[in-house]
């Protein structure tokens, strides 16, 4: 079961106003969660104390809601409170993550989901950034952009070519031919590869080592952030990379970077290599690690650097759990 909120607000304490707002309301919690009747358990509203003419409640059974429990509760008189203000709790048997719906006025009590937003999250190799950021997305119900499989993906096309990676004009030529899809498949990215799935192929260590030199050509990265760039224009996402706060989202609203010893970090590829069936030792995953992080820093066009209003998180000593309440309770704070 989980639980839907959503909120909606009148201009003025009409019954005419609230019927039609709680339909609205209660019809747009249905169609966004894919909702049929019986999935229904109840339905809880709450009005401020200047709503008195008519019980959502009531509205809800005459908008045609009365197949489940409906309750109505007056909210007590705050002053610094938003006005005109019905709020709502549904209960249902779904699956998937619950969408909130916040409407007309009431889309200000929740900026991170009314709104467009965009989630720039930076950080070296191993830090965690793409699992964080596929957690993040799931609970704000927002896409996760995984830019760095974008690179992969030239990586292995790279490979499949037999091109050198250190030969641009030859990588240039490639990308100008390119076929790269990203996908979302059941909530999860695929990407696609001159029409290919490779979403487990561009995971492969030799691939993710080509990876950070074919990023660092400027022939590669227009191409990729022209796309990732039309991406976030017209979605609320969350970019990981490294230099989505600098760079490729310079002016999204929440910027952090995620960090962690090498030491951490080697020791956290390591398990994910085995956990693929490539057993690689610790020492060589530690050298390459400590490798990439120098090439990143200190390439030409767009090294890794931390955005001047970017957020720093440590994770060396701190869960994945840990790390994504630490940001929520940041974007919360903002909003």
Do not use: W
Request: net charge neutral; hydrophobic share 40%.
């Amino acid at each position: 079961m989980i639980a839907i909120r959503g909120a909606t607000t009148i201009e003025s304490d009409c019954g005419g106003q609230i019927k039609e707002r709680v339909k609205e309301l209660l019809c747009e919690i249905k169609a966004k969660n894919g909702l049929s009747d019986g999935d229904f358990v109840c339905i809880v509203f709450t009005s401020t104390a200047d709503i008195r003419s008519y019980y959502p409640a009531k509205a809800a059974r005459e908008a045609g809601f009365a197949f489940c429990p409906l309750f109505s509760a007056l909210e007590p008189d705050i002053e610094s409170a938003l006005k005109l203000c019905i709020r709502v709790l549904v209960f249902a048997e779904c699956k998937a993550p619950a969408k909130h719906i916040y409407l007309h006025a009431a889309a200000a009590l929740r900026k991170d989901i009314s709104q467009r937003i965009n989630i720039a999250l930076d950080g070296p190799a191993g830090s965690g950034k793409s699992t964080v950021a596929k957690i993040l997305g799931k609970k704000l119900n927002i896409l996760c952009l995984d830019t760095g499989a974008m690179y992969r993906a030239c990586a292995l096309k790279c490979i499949k070519e037999n091109v050198s990676v250190f030969d641009e004009p030859a990588v240039a030529a490639l990308m100008d031919g390119i076929a790269l899809e990203v996908k979302y498949v059941e909530g999860e990215q695929r990407t696609y590869l001159d029409g290919q799935d490779v979403s487990a192929e561009i995971r492969k260590p030799e691939v993710s080592m080509l990876a950070s030199s074919v990023s660092a050509l400027g022939c590669v990265r227009e191409k990729m952030v022209a796309l990732q760039r039309q991406i976030a224009s017209k979605t609320s996402c969350i970019l990981d990379g490294r230099d989505i706060g600098t760079n490729v989202l310079p002016d999204a609203q929440f910027k952090f970077y995620l960090t962690a010893l090498p030491e951490v970090r080697a020791e956290r590829r390591a398990k994910e290599n085995l956990q693929k069936g490539y057993d690689i030792p610790y020492g060589q995953i530690l050298k390459e690690i400590i490798e990439r992080d120098e090439r990143d820093k200190n390439r030409k066009i767009a090294p890794l650097t931390v955005a001047p209003d970017a957020t720093v998180i440590d994770s060396s000593y701190m869960t994945v759990e840990e790390v994504v309440a630490f940001i929520e309770n940041k974007m919360q704070e903002k909003i």
